[in-house]
T-cell receptor
Framework: GQQLNQSPQSMFIQEGEDVSMNCTSSSIFNTWLWYKQDPGEGPVLLIALYKAGELTSNGRLTAQFGITRKDSFLNISASIPSDVGIYFCAGPRGNAGNMLTFGGGTRLMVKP | SAVISQKPSRDICQRGTSLTIQCQVDSQVTMMFWYRQQPGQSLTLIATANQGSEATYESGFVIDKFPISRPNLTFSTLTVSNMSPEDSSIYLC??????????FGPGTRLLVL
């Protein structure tokens, strides 16, 4: 089935640094979703991308839908301690529009 | 978006027992889903909760182990039956109104001893 490969698996950065993570697949996706999961919480939707090439920002977060439709990246600028958490990419499986496949997650740790 | 609550938020259970987890949404939604997140892992879809009919289970999950109810468009339950320590996980419900975008509840943390 469709798989999403997310990298890096974890990052440990200094407060103020910029962060970049990405998600790739061997299959085409028509939508890319980026979620953040805080410790002890459920995932929260950060950004949704619906068109190839689309670049969308949400505050310090920027995400892009790759032109090939097989990848997406998420950037966080000027990281702060509350950015700590696990970031997941997700996309709908095949023709099952409402059923999502999730990447393995990127665990972000920020040192004050 | 949607406001989603889950009960209980966490529980510690003995092996061989069953636990029913409730998911309540603040407004009617088309789709409801149940996921499992094992420690340190990503999310795995258990099943789609269908209103008024049997849930649709993913490969590796069966109704006898994870019976699901969805009596209306705002509520669903997941039961983890005959639990073993391997069932220790976070169980999450999610909802979708529009195509593809899902919103998640806060999760239920289950520890089976």
């Amino acid at each position: 089935g469709q798989q999403l490969n997310q990298s890096p698996q974890s990052m440990f950065i200094q407060e103020g640094e910029d962060v970049s993570m990405n998600c790739t697949s061997s299959s085409i996706f028509n939508t890319w979703l980026w979620y953040k999961q805080d410790p002890g919480e459920g995932p929260v939707l950060l950004i949704a991308l619906y068109k190839a090439g689309e670049l969308t920002s949400n505050g310090r977060l920027t995400a892009q839908f790759g032109i090939t439709r097989k990848d997406s990246f998420l950037n966080i600028s000027a990281s702060i301690p509350s950015d700590v958490g696990i970031y997941f990419c997700a996309g709908p499986r095949g023709n099952a529009g409402n059923m999502l496949t999730f990447g393995g997650g990127t665990r972000l740790m920020v040192k004050p | 978006s949607a406001v989603i609550s889950q009960k209980p938020s966490r529980d510690i259970c003995q092996r061989g027992t069953s636990l029913t987890i409730q998911c309540q949404v603040d407004s009617q939604v088309t789709m409801m889903f149940w996921y499992r997140q094992q420690p340190g892992q990503s999310l795995t879809l258990i099943a789609t909760a269908n209103q008024g009919s049997e849930a649709t289970y993913e490969s590796g999950f069966v109704i006898d182990k994870f019976p699901i109810s969805r009596p209306n468009l705002t509520f669903s339950t997941l039961t983890v039956s005959n639990m073993s320590p391997e069932d220790s996980s976070i169980y999450l419900c999610s909802v979708a109104r529009s195509q593809e975008t899902q919103y998640f509840g806060p999760g239920t943390r289950l520890l089976v001893l």
